[in-house]
């Protein structure tokens, strides 16, 4: 059973807003994925870490998200100004190496209304 | 550029039956890792087992097989003896090298619905 920690599961935002969503990664695990599921199960890569470093993030998260995984507190993935189509399941994931099996949180469904 | 395909949408089967869920991929990469997951109605995805491109053997967790066709590039899941809590939404997926950053590319999905 997966030990990522997500929070809050639910998230309910006006257009316009910041939405800011927490993970707990599995412990000892160095690297951290975030991914965005939308209503038809497509999966979209937005960012991934080793450590605390950024190993490749999409445009998408260049422009309006933001994310981080400081040492010793959770990571954090934000959106600066939440758009309706960024409704969607925000998944965190973490793994031991760069090619082991990749360990998935409930996620964080945000909803902008 | 590395894709995962499956092309059933939907599958229905009786309990205690066993069921097989097809996926291809494609990439450049002469070593790779392949995973397949399920997620539940709740949306919690859950890691089923996985296969290296170097290991010959196919994978066996439990219930979960794999049918690992090299040459055609294809990783089936086999479930044997299927429960009604095995309903869920069956992603496989594939790691990606370096070049990738090792993101993990899904597939579409395969509804598996097992009946009473």
């Known amino acids: 059973n997966s030990k990522v920690i997500q929070t809050p599961r639910y998230l309910v935002k006006g257009q316009g807003q910041k939405a800011k969503m927490r993970c707990i990664p599995e412990?000892?695990?160095?690297?951290v994925f975030w991914y965005q599921q939308n209503k038809n199960n497509e999966f979209k890569f937005l960012i991934n870490?080793?450590?605390?470093?950024?190993?490749?993030q999409i445009d998408m998260t260049e422009k309006r998200f933001s994310a981080e995984c400081p040492s010793n507190s959770p990571c954090s993935l934000e959106i600066q100004s939440s758009e309706a189509g960024d409704s969607a399941l925000y998944l965190c994931a973490s793994s031991l190496t760069v090619n082991t099996e990749v360990f998935f949180g409930k996620g964080t469904r945000l909803t902008v209304v | 550029a590395q894709k995962v395909t499956q092309t059933q949408t939907s599958i229905s089967v009786m309990e205690k039956t066993t069921v097989t869920m097809d996926c291809v991929y494609e990439?450049?990469?002469?070593?790779?890792?392949l995973f397949w997951y399920k997620q539940t109605a709740s949306g919690e995805i859950v890691f089923l087992i996985r296969q290296d491109s170097y290991k010959k053997e196919n994978a066996t967790v439990g219930h979960y097989s794999l049918n690992f066709q090299k040459p055609k590039s294809s990783i089936g899941l086999i479930i044997t003896a299927t429960q009604i809590e095995d309903s869920a939404v069956y992603f496989c997926?594939?790691?990606?090298?370096?070049?990738?950053?090792?993101?993990?590319?899904f597939g579409s999905g395969t509804q598996l619905t097992v009946m009473p």
């Open positions: 990439t450049q990469d002469s070593s790779y890792f």
């Open positions: 412990k000892g695990h160095p690297v």
């Open positions: 870490f080793q450590n605390q470093e950024v190993l490749q």
């Open positions: 997926a594939m790691r990606e090298g370096p070049s990738g950053s090792w993101q993990l590319i």
